[in-house]
Nanobody
Framework: QVQLVESGGGLVQPGGSLRLSCATS????????MHWYRQAPGKQRELVAS???????MYADSVKGRFTIARDNAKNTVSLQMNSLKPEDTAVYYC?????????WGQGTQVTVSS
């Protein structure tokens, strides 16, 4: 069983930055891959960024060059640094983990980009 707790969401102006963090209840080394998803009102949940246990990262085209996913092995956390935020980045952001073919979700954190 893996528990995930997100933090760091909030309200930010367009062009601003936020850093999301996802704390895991188990050693991050035991998790095969971790992801950040987001879901905007009235839209399907979409994959934003991924990082594997080997450190390979992947980003959705809409956030490439603006978002950075990273792992802190010592703290068992995964972060999502979001820069140059746009109103269309407004969504609930979810942390997701894949471990031994099982998936786990966090409760989500709201990010609102608005002036």
């Amino acid at each position: 069983q893996v528990q995930l707790v997100e933090s760091g969401g909030g309200l930010v102006q367009p062009g601003g930055s936020l850093r999301l963090s996802c704390a895991t209840s188990t050693s991050i080394f035991s998790i095969d891959a971790m992801h950040w998803y987001r879901q905007a009102p009235g839209k399907q949940r979409e994959l934003v960024a991924s990082i594997t246990s080997g450190g390979i990262t992947m980003y959705a085209d809409s956030v490439k060059g603006r978002f950075t996913i990273a792992r802190d092995n010592a703290k068992n956390t995964v972060s999502l640094q979001m820069n140059s935020l746009k109103p269309e980045d407004t969504a609930v952001y979810y942390c997701h983990a894949l471990k031994n073919l099982r998936v786990y979700w966090g409760q989500g954190t709201q990010v609102t980009v608005s002036s």
